[in-house]
């Protein structure tokens, strides 16, 4: 099976710029996580999709992330504007059922804001 | 609330040594434990987990890691690195979010470095 694919891999944009990530997760997984690791520190979850209803997005840092799923397939997380402090990698995951047993992570997205 | 400590940003060996990877966890309720591994331009691979039942825990390439309640740790080991070892280990824990699921609390991550 595919896993969790995330693109673009990398993105270089100016502050305020906009930019969109995208995560496909693995086929039938209804749950879809994302989370981010600014350099040098602790990868920390930003919100979880339960098919298209955001269960929880007590992580997401500030009102410039809009996190969607439409469908309940793949999901976009944009940034606007984007600052300085964003840069990071966005990791996504996903799993069948609710919880951490199964996690499947994506590569990730290396956003850097300069 | 729940947090990991991992101990070390660096552990570096020689091919064939000893690996240890430490791991401390703070949990108000039973963790469940989790060791991800990252290879470079890669994402994160689960490596082994810890619900419930027997403590010792095996996992992928060799590697495993015991879960000792009394001193609220979760180290991993492998008995002899590899030079394909070399990568970045993270110990994680499960957090409660609501009645729906759990989100994972990762620890800085330990880079591991293996020498030939």
């Known amino acids: 099976e595919a896993g969790v694919t995330q693109f673009p891999s990398h993105s270089v944009i100016e502050k305020g710029q906009t930019v969109t990530l995208r995560c496909d997760p693995i086929?039938?997984?209804?749950?879809l996580y994302w989370y981010r690791r600014v350099m040098g520190k602790e990868i920390k979850f930003l919100l979880h999709?339960?098919?298209?209803?955001?269960?929880?997005e007590s992580g997401m840092p500030n009102n410039r992330f809009l996190a969607e799923r439409t469908g309940g397939t793949y999901s976009t997380l944009k940034v606007q504007p984007a600052e300085l402090e964003d840069s990071g990698v966005y990791f996504c995951?996903?799993?069948?059922?609710?919880?951490?047993?199964?996690?499947?992570f994506g590569s990730g997205t290396r956003l850097t804001v300069v | 609330a729940q947090s990991v400590t991992q101990l070390g940003s660096h552990v570096s060996v020689s091919e064939g040594a000893l690996v240890l990877l430490r791991c401390n966890y703070s949990?108000?309720?039973?963790?469940?434990l989790f060791w991800y591994v990252q290879y470079p331009n890669q994402g994160l691979q689960l490596l082994l987990k810890?619900?419930?039942?027997?403590?010792l825990v095996k996992g992928i390439n060799g590697f495993e890691a015991e879960f000792k309640k009394s001193e609220t740790s979760f180290h991993l080991t492998k008995p002899s690195a590899h030079m394909s070892d070399a990568a970045e280990y993270f110990c994680?824990?499960?957090?409660?979010?609501?009645?729906?699921?759990?989100?994972?609390?990762f620890g800085k991550g330990t880079t591991l470095s293996v020498s030939s």
């Open positions: 995951a996903s799993s069948q059922r609710p919880g951490s047993y199964g996690y499947t």
């Open positions: 086929s039938g997984h209804d749950n």
């Open positions: 999709f339960v098919k298209e209803s955001k269960q929880d």
């Open positions: 949990s108000s309720v039973p963790p469940y």
């Open positions: 810890y619900t419930t039942g027997a403590t």
């Open positions: 994680a824990v499960s957090a409660y979010l609501n009645q729906a699921g759990t989100a994972l609390i």
